[in-house]
Nanobody
Framework: PVTMVESGGGSVQSGGSLNLSCRVSGGSIMSYFVAWFRQVEGKEREGVAIRISNGIVIYAESVQGRFTFTQDVAKNRLYLQMNSLKPEDTATYYC???????????????WGQGTRVVVSS
């Protein structure tokens, strides 16, 4: 089975940056649709960025222009560079993968355990 492990979360001030990493094992990241989601406690998990094909990434409107999805195929890792962070970006961030395209729906088959991001004003 595919396992995914996020890292890189932490606490930053508004306007700061973080780079999240997702280490994937058990399958090539190029064999799956992959995505980053986030979840605030008590709210539904929401999509942040989805790689729908090699080189094509779509972003949620709330992060467009501030977050960048990248990948390292050789290392089988996904990254989410987050710049100009805002307090409303505070959440637990998850990477996800599935053979089928789930779009913004949080129905991906494989998930990491999450990494916490806190942005203070």
């Amino acid at each position: 089975p595919v396992t995914m492990v996020e890292s890189g979360g932490g606490s930053v001030q508004s306007g700061g940056s973080l780079n999240l990493s997702c280490r994937v094992s058990g399958g090539s990241i190029m064999s799956y649709f992959v995505a980053w989601f986030r979840q605030v406690e008590g709210k539904e998990r929401e999509g942040v960025a989805i790689r729908i094909s090699n080189g094509i990434v779509i972003y949620a409107e709330s992060v467009q222009g501030r977050f960048t999805f990248t990948q390292d195929v050789a290392k089988n890792r996904l990254y989410l560079q987050m710049n100009s962070l805002k307090p409303e970006d505070t959440a637990t961030y998850y990477c996800a993968a599935d053979r089928a395209y789930d779009g913004w729906s949080p129905n991906y088959r494989f998930w990491g355990q999450g990494t916490r991001v806190v942005v203070s004003s």
